[in-house]
Nanobody, 123 residues
Framework: VQLQAFGGGLVQAGGSLRLSCAASGLTFSMYGVGWFRQTPGKEREFVAAISRSGGNTYYADSVKGRFTISRDNAKNTVYLQMNSLKPEDTAVYYC?????????????????WGQGTQVTVSS
């Protein structure tokens, strides 16, 4: 099983980025997918998640209204559209897959993790 997160980069505050998480080696449509982020010295925190079919989405309060998670099961890919970025969004972003139903927001509930992609928002 492999999850590859990409699309990170350096952006000015107020800008946008779209992260992608490409999965292989698993029946993608059987897994919910979450995005988490982590900064040095802090625990990994939940950002957003999407159910297997894409019919349900969940967001951390800090990103609600600015980030949108979506998925394309035909492409085995989940996206995180990040708009109105703030310096406090700077982190390494990870995607992860879970078999849990309903979907969970704790890192402990996820079966597989990608390698992370760096997002840096300058002020």
């Amino acid at each position: 099983v492999q999850l590859q997160a990409f699309g990170g980069g350096l952006v000015q505050a107020g800008g946008s980025l779209r992260l992608s998480c490409a999965a292989s080696g698993l029946t993608f449509s059987m897994y919910g997918v979450g995005w988490f982020r982590q900064t040095p010295g802090k625990e990994r925190e939940f950002v957003a998640a999407i159910s297997r079919s894409g019919g349900n989405t969940y967001y951390a309060d800090s990103v609600k209204g600015r980030f949108t998670i979506s998925r394309d099961n035909a492409k085995n890919t989940v996206y995180l559209q990040m708009n109105s970025l703030k310096p406090e969004d700077t982190a390494v972003y990870y995607c992860a897959a879970t078999l849990a139903i309903p979907i969970v927001t704790s890192t402990h509930g996820y079966n597989y993790w990608g390698q992370g992609t760096q997002v840096t928002v300058s002020s």
